[in-house]
Nanobody
Framework: QVQLVESGGGLVQPGGSLRLSCAAS????????MTWYRQAPGKERELVAG???????NYADSVKGRFTISRDTTNGTVYLQMKSLKLEDTAVYYC???????????????WGQGTQVTVSS
Protein backbone atom coordinates (compact mmCIF):
# COMPACT_ATOMS: atom_id res chain seq x y z
CA GLN A 1 0.00 0.00 0.00
CA VAL A 2 0.97 3.57 -0.64
CA GLN A 3 -0.27 6.53 1.34
CA LEU A 4 -0.39 10.00 -0.20
CA VAL A 5 -0.81 13.28 1.62
CA GLU A 6 -1.32 16.49 -0.33
CA SER A 7 -0.71 19.95 1.05
CA GLY A 8 -0.23 23.50 -0.10
CA GLY A 9 -3.67 24.39 -1.32
CA GLY A 10 -5.39 27.61 -0.41
CA LEU A 11 -6.93 30.85 -1.60
CA VAL A 12 -4.98 32.95 -4.06
CA GLN A 13 -5.74 35.90 -6.29
CA PRO A 14 -5.64 35.62 -10.08
CA GLY A 15 -2.07 35.84 -11.28
CA GLY A 16 -0.75 34.45 -8.03
CA SER A 17 1.24 31.32 -7.28
CA LEU A 18 0.95 28.22 -5.13
CA ARG A 19 3.06 25.12 -4.67
CA LEU A 20 1.35 21.84 -3.94
CA SER A 21 3.15 18.94 -2.35
CA CYS A 22 2.33 15.25 -2.35
CA ALA A 23 4.21 13.14 0.16
CA ALA A 24 4.22 9.42 -0.48
CA SER A 25 4.87 6.75 2.10
CA UNK A 26 4.57 3.00 2.36
CA UNK A 27 5.54 0.78 -0.58
CA UNK A 28 6.89 3.63 -2.65
CA UNK A 29 9.42 1.33 -4.32
CA UNK A 30 6.52 0.03 -6.42
CA UNK A 31 5.59 3.45 -7.74
CA UNK A 32 6.70 4.43 -11.24
CA UNK A 33 4.64 7.53 -11.87
CA MET A 34 2.93 10.27 -9.95
CA THR A 35 0.28 12.51 -11.38
CA TRP A 36 -1.75 15.50 -10.34
CA TYR A 37 -5.43 15.53 -11.26
CA ARG A 38 -8.04 18.12 -10.45
CA GLN A 39 -11.80 18.25 -10.28
CA ALA A 40 -13.85 21.41 -10.31
CA PRO A 41 -17.49 21.48 -9.16
CA GLY A 42 -19.74 20.00 -11.79
CA LYS A 43 -16.86 18.93 -13.98
CA GLU A 44 -15.05 15.70 -14.61
CA ARG A 45 -11.69 14.94 -13.12
CA GLU A 46 -8.87 15.96 -15.44
CA LEU A 47 -5.17 15.32 -15.64
CA VAL A 48 -3.05 18.32 -14.75
CA ALA A 49 0.54 17.06 -14.81
CA GLY A 50 2.44 13.83 -14.38
CA UNK A 51 6.01 12.66 -13.96
CA UNK A 52 7.51 9.18 -14.06
CA UNK A 53 10.73 7.58 -12.93
CA UNK A 54 12.26 8.30 -16.31
CA UNK A 55 11.53 11.96 -15.61
CA UNK A 56 9.14 12.09 -18.51
CA UNK A 57 6.47 14.68 -17.88
CA ASN A 58 3.03 15.33 -19.28
CA TYR A 59 0.93 18.47 -18.92
CA ALA A 60 -2.58 19.45 -19.78
CA ASP A 61 -2.62 22.08 -22.51
CA SER A 62 -4.43 24.45 -20.18
CA VAL A 63 -1.50 24.55 -17.73
CA LYS A 64 1.52 24.34 -20.04
CA GLY A 65 3.92 27.17 -19.38
CA ARG A 66 2.29 27.96 -16.04
CA PHE A 67 2.61 24.77 -13.98
CA THR A 68 5.71 22.71 -13.33
CA ILE A 69 5.79 19.24 -11.85
CA SER A 70 8.91 17.98 -10.10
CA ARG A 71 9.90 15.26 -7.69
CA ASP A 72 12.32 14.70 -4.85
CA THR A 73 13.42 11.09 -4.97
CA THR A 74 15.08 11.35 -1.56
CA ASN A 75 11.78 11.74 0.24
CA GLY A 76 9.16 10.46 -2.19
CA THR A 77 7.54 13.86 -2.64
CA VAL A 78 6.13 15.34 -5.81
CA TYR A 79 5.52 19.04 -6.22
CA LEU A 80 3.30 21.09 -8.46
CA GLN A 81 4.44 24.67 -8.83
CA MET A 82 1.55 26.75 -10.12
CA LYS A 83 2.06 30.27 -11.45
CA SER A 84 -0.15 32.80 -13.19
CA LEU A 85 -3.18 31.15 -11.66
CA LYS A 86 -6.53 31.73 -13.30
CA LEU A 87 -10.07 31.57 -12.00
CA GLU A 88 -10.57 28.37 -13.95
CA ASP A 89 -7.77 26.67 -12.01
CA THR A 90 -10.09 26.51 -9.01
CA ALA A 91 -10.58 22.86 -8.11
CA VAL A 92 -9.72 20.12 -5.70
CA TYR A 93 -6.29 18.83 -6.66
CA TYR A 94 -5.55 15.16 -6.16
CA CYS A 95 -2.26 13.30 -6.23
CA UNK A 96 -2.15 9.85 -7.80
CA UNK A 97 0.63 7.29 -7.52
CA UNK A 98 0.76 4.34 -9.86
CA UNK A 99 2.80 1.29 -10.75
CA UNK A 100 2.32 2.12 -14.41
CA UNK A 101 4.69 4.41 -16.26
CA UNK A 102 2.02 6.36 -18.04
CA UNK A 103 -0.39 8.82 -16.44
CA UNK A 104 -3.75 7.26 -17.12
CA UNK A 105 -6.11 6.20 -14.37
CA UNK A 106 -5.99 2.48 -13.75
CA UNK A 107 -7.46 0.15 -11.20
CA UNK A 108 -5.08 -0.21 -8.33
CA UNK A 109 -3.79 3.35 -8.43
CA UNK A 110 -3.33 5.14 -5.13
CA TRP A 111 -4.97 8.50 -4.43
CA GLY A 112 -4.57 11.22 -1.88
CA GLN A 113 -7.42 12.99 -0.13
CA GLY A 114 -7.12 16.14 -2.21
CA THR A 115 -6.33 19.75 -1.47
CA GLN A 116 -8.52 22.70 -2.39
CA VAL A 117 -7.17 25.44 -4.61
CA THR A 118 -9.35 28.51 -4.94
CA VAL A 119 -8.44 31.34 -7.28
CA SER A 120 -10.56 34.37 -6.55
CA SER A 121 -10.29 38.12 -6.42
Amino acid sequence: QVQLVESGGGLVQPGGSLRLSCAASGSIFSINSMTWYRQAPGKERELVAGINHGNMTNYADSVKGRFTISRDTTNGTVYLQMKSLKLEDTAVYYCKAARSWDFRVRQGDFWGQGTQVTVSS
